[in-house]
């Protein structure tokens, strides 16, 4: 049923990737880098980092009207577990790799954007420990017939 525990936990997902649009990465004062133009580092800076974000959200979304079938829900949850991994690391990953153009005089500062993934895999986590059990108590009422 759609009501249930882990579809509350999987839009609380959806909204920690979408709330990498309002939250930036870090913020700096360098103008000289890439990443830090406008001083903010999101994920409109990158494309990668962009299609992380909206695979996440639509990952996460899509698995809450899989409630019918739920080993491939719980999949569907796993893989958004994934993408909240990757979607941080990535971002550090490009940050350091263009990290040389900034001197030392100009401080990087993170931001609420950088830990909202680690929000988004609680959720999922938890989102995929309901899904379990509520397929083990399917299979339990399945035993008794």
């Not at 759609?2 to 936990?9: G, K, L, T, W």
């Not at 001083?39 to 695979?55: K, P």
């Not at 900034?102 to 950088?114: E, I, R």
């Amino acid at each position: 049923m759609i009501q249930r525990i882990q579809s509350i936990f999987l839009f609380l997902s959806a909204a920690t990737f979408g709330g990498q649009f309002i939250f930036p990465f870090a913020s700096s004062q360098a103008k000289e880098s890439v990443f830090f133009a406008d001083s903010i580092y999101n994920i409109q800076d990158h494309v990668g980092l962009l299609v992380l974000t909206i695979l996440g959200i639509v990952t996460a979304l899509g698995a809450i009207f899989l409630f019918r079938n739920r080993p491939v829900q719980l999949r569907i949850t796993y893989l958004s577990i994934v993408l909240a991994i990757i979607l941080p690391v990535l971002a550090v990953l490009l940050f350091l790799n263009a990290g040389h153009q900034l001197d030392d005089a100009n401080a990087v500062n993170d931001q609420f954007g950088l830990y909202l993934p680690i929000l988004g895999i609680v959720f999922s986590g938890l989102a995929a420990r309901f899904i379990k059990k509520d397929d083990n108590l399917v299979k339990s009422m399945d035993r008794l017939r």
